[in-house]
């Protein structure tokens, strides 16, 4: 599944407020009735700035992705 959420973010004390696009894939004994124990995987593809629709540098990625993984991957738990 893809998903994109807005959220915001502070970097060396400015807030910025972005777009975060996700692919979310989830099996196991808690979905289709597998006998496989339940997993969870989420990729984040793409993260744009909200105002202006762009993406964001390698490193602003890297930073946010960084300092704000788990309260994405918390987002899908």
């Known amino acids: 599944m893809t998903d994109s959420f807005s959220m915001e973010v502070e970097i060396r004390g400015f807030l910025f407020e972005i777009d975060v ?11 289709y009735g597998s006998d496989e ?3 969870f995987d989420l ?10 629709n762009k993406p964001v540098s390698s490193a602003l990625f890297d930073k ?12 899908y738990r």
């Open 64 to 75: 946010i992705v960084k300092h704000y993984e788990n309260n994405i991957v918390d987002r």
């Open 37 to 39: 124990p339940a997993w």
């Open 21 to 31: 696009y996700v692919d979310v894939s989830e099996g196991g004994s808690n979905s």
């Open 43 to 52: 990729d984040i593809e793409d993260i744009r700035g909200s105002r202006r």
